[in-house]
């Protein structure tokens, strides 16, 4: 069984930064990707950042050149640095990695609980 367990978030004001971080444990064998989702009130679940296991990153428009994902490989965890954050960053924010527990397995998706954001103007 895999477990992810999200840290970090909370109320920042509008231009503050927040750090989110999600360590997943559990028999894994190999991370294929790893990723932030964030899903606001009344909108659907949107793919925020993304970083496979060759560390290329991807980023939805809104957030780039404010936000950057990393990951530790040693520790399983991916982070989510927020800097410059604004209000419509608002959202409940999802960890989601996807990955295989044996060889030969085929590749899961597995999320984190959830970590609210909320940025105040």
């Known amino acids: 069984q895999v477990q992810l367990v999200q840290s970090g978030g909370g109320l920042v004001q509008a231009g503050g930064s927040l750090r989110l971080s999600c360590a997943a444990s559990?028999?894994?064998?190999?991370?294929?990707?790893m990723g932030w989702y964030r899903q606001a009130p009344g909108k659907q679940r949107e793919l925020v950042a993304s970083?496979?296991?060759?560390?290329?990153?991807a980023y939805t428009d809104s957030v780039k050149g404010r936000f950057t994902i990393s990951r530790d490989n040693a520790k399983n965890t991916v982070y989510l640095q927020m800097n410059s954050l604004k209000p419509e960053d608002t959202a409940v924010y999802y960890c989601?990695?996807?990955?295989?527990?044996?060889?030969?397995?085929?590749?899961?998706?597995?999320w984190g609980q959830g970590t609210q954001v909320t940025v105040s103007s």
């Open positions: 970083i496979i296991s060759d560390g290329s990153t």
């Open positions: 989601k990695i996807i990955a295989t527990m044996e060889p030969r397995d085929l590749a899961h998706d597995y």
């Open positions: 559990g028999s894994i064998f190999s991370i294929n990707a």
